[in-house]
């Protein structure tokens, strides 16, 4: 899943971000599944989403498959919760309700990044890899799609992954999407396949 990426917020900033709308909107923007917690993202997210984003394989379907330092994990955060407050909607941290442990996102965002699909908005996931295999991914996307249909009442939602990247698209057909387009991400000139499902 690609994303823009805003200006660098220091984390001390971050920190002030979060305690004026983070607890503002909490209460509201909690999702509890089977297994997992979606929630807004907290301080204490920023080094484990760093440590994802530093993994080779976790990022190797992703834009053109760059790893991302720390500071521009932090800059993501960011944006992802600023993105929160000018939406109504956004990526979600996901956490195990187990252990409480924070293992990645999930969630909607805006596919700018593939022109040719717009104006839509795009469901997504990136995930630890020692958790997949588990099906932490379909539950917390189905979640995030439900979230999308009957609280934002969107009508359409797309997904969109990378030629080669079959876990992403058989999770996609898991949560109800079909198959509708294949075309080139102008970003990284990688082939990527756009799939969609509308609202019933």
């Given at each position: 899943m690609h994303h823009a990426i805003g200006k660098e917020v220091p984390t001390a900033a971050l920190s002030i971000?979060?305690?004026?709308?983070?607890?503002?909107?909490?209460?509201?923007?909690?999702?509890?599944?089977?297994r997992l917690l979606l929630r807004r993202w907290e301080p204490s997210d920023i080094e484990p989403y760093a440590e994802l984003c530093r993994d080779p394989e976790v990022m190797r379907w992703i834009g053109s498959g760059s790893l991302r330092t720390r500071e521009e994990c932090v800059e993501a955060i960011s944006y992802f919760e600023k993105f929160w407050e000018e939406k109504g909607f956004g990526l979600f941290a996901v956490e195990l309700l187990s252990s409480q442990e924070f293992i990645g996102f999930t969630g909607l965002a805006v596919p700018e990044f593939l022109p040719e699909v717009m104006p839509s908005v795009e469901i997504g996931w990136r995930l630890a890899r020692?958790?997949?295999?588990?099906?932490?991914?379909?539950?917390?996307?189905?979640?995030?799609?439900?979230?999308?249909f009957n609280e934002c009442e969107l009508e359409r939602v797309v997904s969109i992954h990378q030629v080669g990247n079959d876990a992403s698209g058989r999770i996609m057909t898991?949560?109800?999407?079909?198959?509708?387009?294949?075309?080139v991400d102008p970003s990284c000139q990688r082939p990527v396949k756009v799939y969609e499902t509308v609202a019933r």
């Open positions: 971000l979060f305690s004026s709308i983070y607890l503002a909107r909490m209460s509201d923007l909690l999702i509890q599944t089977e020692s958790t997949w295999g588990h099906g932490f991914a379909t539950e917390a996307a189905r979640a995030s799609l439900e979230f999308g898991k949560i109800g999407m079909r198959l509708f387009r294949e075309t």
